[in-house]
């Protein structure tokens, strides 16, 4: 067996310093978040998605895509959010196996109240401390190692779920939701249908 490939200092220092940013600037914005809305982390993330597709309504599969989860969670999530009149499940009528998660009034209503807060949050925990050329840089390192993902996940013999946002080039950029009022068709084999 080889001898693994150790990280050295600089690299352990780069390492957990970015796994301690990440946790503790998403763990602040999101107990604050949940403070001042009553909203909590995934049910923001849930409502920002809806939000930004047309007429606030999404596949289930493209909302799962776009919010990187597996169908359980997802599922029990929307069940809560419907539950709090946030969102409502609507058949999709040219494909029986799928569903549409449609944002209501109170969703909407609740979104456009989080979102200025939810901002105001990451500028206070997190750009405030930057300067324009550590935005500048953390674009780029972000963009090169999400462009090399796909190929190192090639390497390790990862599949690759492009029903999940995981494979090709638009893993860099914001994912592109552009459902039409009929229905999208599900990735083969994907049963997105909602209980």
């Known amino acids: 067996m080889t001898e693994p490939d150790w990280l050295d200092e600089r690299e ?5 310093g970015y796994l301690a940013l990440h ?15 009553g909203l909590t982390a995934a049910e923001y993330a849930v409502l920002v998605s809806l939000s930004e597709a047309p007429g606030g309504r999404l596949r289930v599969f493209q909302l799962r895509a ?86 190192a996940d090639r390497v390790m013999g990862e599949p690759c779920h492009e029903d999940a946002g995981a494979c090709g080039p638009g893993l860099i950029e914001a994912v592109d939701l552009t459902p039409t009022e009929a229905c999208d068709p599900a990735p083969t084999g994907c049963d997105d249908g909602l209980p």
Not at 12 to 16: G, I, S
Not at 23 to 37: D, G, K, M, P, W
Request: aromatic letters at 6%; hydrophobic letters at 45%.
């Open 66 to 151: 776009a919010a990187e989860w597996e169908k359980t969670r997802l599922t029990h999530q929307i069940t809560r959010m419907a539950a709090r009149g946030l969102v409502a499940r609507e058949p999709c009528v040219d494909d029986p196996r799928g569903a549409f998660v449609v944002l209501t009034e109170a969703g909407w209503d609740a979104v456009n109240n989080a979102a200025p807060r939810h901002v105001a949050h990451v500028r206070h925990w997190f750009f405030d401390a930057l300067q324009p050329d550590q935005v500048d840089a953390l674009i780029e390192i972000s963009r090169t190692v999400l462009a090399r993902l796909p190929e």
């Open 12 to 16: 352990q220092r780069a390492w957990r």
């Open 23 to 37: 946790a503790e600037i998403q763990r602040r914005v999101a107990r604050q978040l949940l403070r001042e809305t």
